[in-house]
């Protein structure tokens, strides 16, 4: 089974929407990660979240984890050609290698 | 170096044979992870090591997949006898600090190398 679910599979806006990206589990998460993938291209960190409630932005990208630690969001405001690209949610449940979810496939059209 | 560096990026290769793929990861870095990324399924773990302890290799699919980290820096994996469902994206990645650390653990991967098999 996949231990990190991420919603949705794949999202197609119009350039300068809002967008939201979901990642859910089933277990409590000691660290979640961001990753953006472009096409031919390894994993570009975003942002890391530890504590419940935390937020944290970078330029128009805000991630949040919530306060059970079991499910983070990513908001992406007034999205750009360059927001493009596969987002990946990566998991923390204790002393194993990060766990990763299937990815959304986000394109911005003009 | 800068990054993390693989080698080949691509290969083609005959349904058989055997391939060895290169992973240079950022110096002083003591993690080292191997993934692999097929179509439609996300990453998958395949091999970790951690400065001087046994690696963990429960992701490794078969034993036709080994991987060795030399001098605690370059590392390769190693796939023989491929088969076709081998095809892939294999991505490596590195860390200053290995996995238990608080879970403050940011992994930096290569480009990947793909993997192609006839």
């Known amino acids: 089974s996949q231990e990190l679910e991420q919603s949705p599979q794949s999202l197609i806006v119009q350039e300068g929407k809002n967008l939201t990206i979901n990642c859910t589990s089933s277990k409590t998460l000691y660290g979640l990660y961001w990753y953006k993938q472009k096409y031919g291209e390894g994993l570009i960190f975003l942002m890391m979240?530890?504590?419940?409630?935390e937020e944290k932005s970078h330029e128009k990208i805000t991630a949040k984890l919530d306060e059970k630690k079991q499910q983070s969001s990513l908001h992406i405001t007034a999205s750009q050609p360059s927001h493009a690209g596969i987002y990946l949610c990566g998991a923390a449940f204790g002393n194993t290698p990060l766990v990763f979810g299937k990815g959304t496939r986000l394109s911005v059209i003009a | 170096g800068a990054g993390v560096s693989q080698s080949p990026s691509n290969k083609v290769t005959e349904k058989g044979k055997d391939v060895e793929l290169r992973c240079d990861p950022i110096s002083g870095h003591t993690a080292l992870y191997w993934y692999r990324q097929s179509l439609g399924q996300g990453l998958e773990f395949l091999i970790y090591f951690q400065g001087n302890s046994a690696p963990d290799k429960s992701g490794l699919p078969s034993d036709r997949f080994s991987a060795e980290r030399t001098g605690g820096s370059v590392s390769t994996l190693t796939i023989q006898r491929t088969q076709q469902e081998d095809s892939a994206v294999y991505l490596c990645?590195?860390?200053?600090?290995?996995?238990?650390?608080?879970?403050?653990?940011?992994?930096?991967f290569g480009a990947g190398s793909r993997l192609t098999v006839l």
């Open positions: 990645a590195s860390s200053l600090v290995g996995q238990g650390a608080g879970g403050a653990n940011v992994l930096t």
């Open positions: 979240l530890q504590k419940g409630g």
